[in-house]
């Protein structure tokens, strides 16, 4: 199901509207309309709250979009390409094709937006003291805007990953240790202590006030934590996987089983090696996969004279991966796919198998002799 819209194209990058972007939209404009305006310019008609609310919340958002296209622009600088920028419920997001690759590149990238929201905060601001007079729609208007900007730009800069501040945060320890991944774990770490402050204090909000907001500030500190664990185990698995290939990674010479056993015999290599699968060979020719999970729909009475041919994944369905393949990206397609284990096939001749378990495995190993 399609979860957003396309707006169109700004400076040449695409934006998108999350369907959950509206419900702010009606939130936003209601509470304009019949909190803050009525109470600054009391005495208007209820159609002049509500034309002038819809405006300045559509100019909220566009203020948001200039501070997600500010990070856009300047990581098309610095050399990252930017597949799109999302507006949802809780502001917007620029997805990048990929990360910095220098902390000042990241400083540039992730300063450019609230230096962005400060500068159109603090020019409204002066535009309402100095040149508008007090006491209009279009002043108040334009009051409430230069706030939400200097608002949008503190709020980014608080230091939880993956927020503006936390970037900053990491960009400076990776700057100074030239330790990305150390960086990261230190931000996400900082990130998720200030989530959970903030989820507690929001459940303190429901409990002790009655105040229904403390829910925006468990669900904002939630998905903070989340997005926060989310890169940290992405850089985990790029750190370490980048430029491995599949034989360095994989088992090699597996044990295999022979395509004349019966599902009793395969049964006693399953007891015996512990494996989750073997490949099914006969001589040096390999002719499929057999995992445990196929055995179950096989009443044991007719294990003795049933073939393992017969429930075995034959080779031309199999996930096969060469030796010299990235190990990554065969990694990344076994998670799509679901698949647990490929096949290494090198000329035709099987030369290893690859698992989840070889993955963790490797994946563990480096993380404790490699980085640290
Ligand atoms: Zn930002």
Redesign the pocket.
């Known amino acids: 199901m399609k979860s957003s819209f396309r707006l169109g194209r700004i400076l040449g990058i695409a934006v998108d509207i999350h369907f959950s972007w509206l419900l702010v939209l009606a939130l936003f404009s209601t509470s304009l309309a019949q909190g803050f305006f009525p109470e600054v310019l009391p005495g208007l008609p209820p159609r002049i709250y509500w034309i002038t609310a819809v405006l300045t919340t559509i100019i909220a958002f566009a203020s948001i979009l200039a501070?997600?296209l500010a990070?856009s622009l300047m990581a098309i600088r610095e050399g990252i390409s930017i597949k799109k920028i999302v507006l949802f419920i809780f502001g917007g997001v620029a997805q990048m094709e990929a990360e910095a690759e220098q902390p000042l590149a990241e400083l540039k990238i992730?300063a450019a937006?609230?230096l962005t929201s400060f500068c159109i905060g603090v020019i409204l601001g002066l535009i309402y003291y100095l040149l508008l007079p007090p006491g209009n729609v279009i002043s108040e208007a334009l009051f409430f805007i230069a706030y939400l900007n200097i608002y949008v730009s503190l709020f980014?800069l608080i230091p939880a990953f993956p927020?503006?501040g936390g970037r900053l945060m990491r960009a400076a320890i990776w700057y100074f240790s030239n330790n990305l991944l150390r960086a990261t774990r230190i931000a996400v770490g900082v990130g998720s202590l200030i989530s959970f402050l903030g989820i507690g204090y929001g459940f303190l909000m429901i409990i002790i006030q009655g105040n229904i907001m403390g829910l925006w500030l468990v669900f904002l500190g939630w998905m903070i934590y989340q997005a926060g664990q989310t890169s940290y185990s992405q850089l985990v698995f790029q750190e370490t996987f980048g430029g491995i290939k599949v034989e360095e990674v994989m088992t090699p010479n597996p044990v295999t089983v022979s395509l004349d056993l019966n599902l009793q015999q395969l049964a006693d290599h399953f007891l015996e090696h512990k494996f989750g699968a073997f490949p099914v060979v006969y001589g040096s020719t390999t002719h499929g996969l057999v995992s445990l999970h196929q055995m179950k729909d096989i009443p044991r009475d007719k294990w003795s004279h049933t073939p393992v041919s017969q429930i075995m994944t034959p080779l031309k369905n199999c996930p096969v991966a060469s030796p010299l393949d990235d190990a990554a990206s065969i990694m990344m397609k076994m998670a799509a796919s679901n698949e647990g284990r490929v096949l290494v096939m090198d000329n035709g001749d099987l030369v290893g198998i690859l698992s989840r378990t070889d993955m963790m495995r490797f994946m563990q190993m480096h993380l404790v002799l490699g980085l640290e």
């Open positions: 501070h997600e990070h992730t937006g609230p980014n927020l503006d």
